[in-house]
């Protein structure tokens, strides 16, 4: 199903080589112009480059700056100090919160463990398991909410 594809170029034939060979002519009589220009007048041209560059300096930092109405529509990305320690301190807490929760559930997990290791079940031990049962739905899906 798969054949290799034999293919007879050259392997010294490229596009540059063939686009050299085609408008070779063209490139020499610009690269003449070019070192003509630039013997020619090397200050003037050092000098535009220099123009240009301070051009573009002043358009990029005082020209084109944003104003006030293009800053308002600009994400705020800058937040007070006070903002920036109380979305950590959040965050902190609901993990310290989760934390906590994964901890007490590991222990009543031991408890129902030990709970159905007894070889005859009390009533106490039945409305224990109930509990655990309800509390382990509730920490299972985050959604519901909690009596």
Do not use: W
């Not at 490139?27 to 480059?49: C, H, T, W």
């Amino acid at each position: 199903m798969l054949q290799k594809i034999n293919s007879n170029k050259e392997p010294d034939v490229t596009v540059t080589s063939e686009i050299r060979k085609e408008f070779g002519a063209y490139f020499d009589k610009a690269e003449e112009k070019r070192n003509v220009l630039l013997k020619s007048y090397p200050k003037q041209i050092f000098i535009g480059m220099l123009i240009s560059i301070a051009i573009s300096l002043i358009i990029c930092f005082v020209v084109m700056t944003p104003d006030v109405r293009q800053k308002d529509k600009m994400p705020h990305y800058e937040l007070s100090g006070k903002e920036v320690a109380g979305n950590v301190i959040n965050g902190l807490s609901d993990t310290y919160k989760k934390g906590s929760t994964v901890v007490d559930l590991i222990e009543l997990r031991t408890q129902v463990e030990e709970v159905l290791k007894k070889p005859v079940l009390t009533h106490e031990d039945s409305l224990f398991l109930e509990k655990a049962i309800i509390l382990f739905e509730q920490n299972q899906s985050p959604n519901k909410t909690k009596p």
